[in-house]
């Protein structure tokens, strides 16, 4: 907690001195979370534990998105062209993740056992 209190420090500090320098490093820690989750969505459905009809880069893109608009509401939702999904696409993708999940029988049964 005290090292998570630090970094928020830093944060707000580093967001209020040097605006671009913030933007740059939040931009940058976002692609890395897409890049990972990305890559942990696609290993769950080669070994079959996530739903083969599971797309990783849009599940991945609405649940960052998702989170960016609850930890960052500053952190506009895609409504131009040169976003890869359209705010329309994420919206149905997260709501297709909540309701039916991305796991398989196999994989719901690994979570469980956890």
Known sequence: RRIAGL??????DLAYESPE????????QTQLLREHLQH???????????RAQLE???????IV???LCV??????????STEPYPASELAAATFSLLFTGMLTAS??????ES
Not at 40 to 50: D, F, M, N, P, S
Not at 107 to 112: K, L, N, P, S, T
């Open 7 to 12: 970094n928020a420090g830093l944060l707000a």
């Open 21 to 28: 320098l913030y933007r740059r490093s939040r931009q940058r």
């Open 40 to 50: 942990l969505l696609r290993q769950g459905v080669a070994t079959r534990e996530l």
């Open 56 to 62: 990783p880069e849009l599940a991945a893109e609405a």
């Open 65 to 67: 998105r998702s989170v």
């Open 71 to 80: 930890t960052r509401p500053e952190h506009p939702l895609p409504h131009s």
């Open 107 to 112: 994989g719901h049964q690994a979570f469980v």
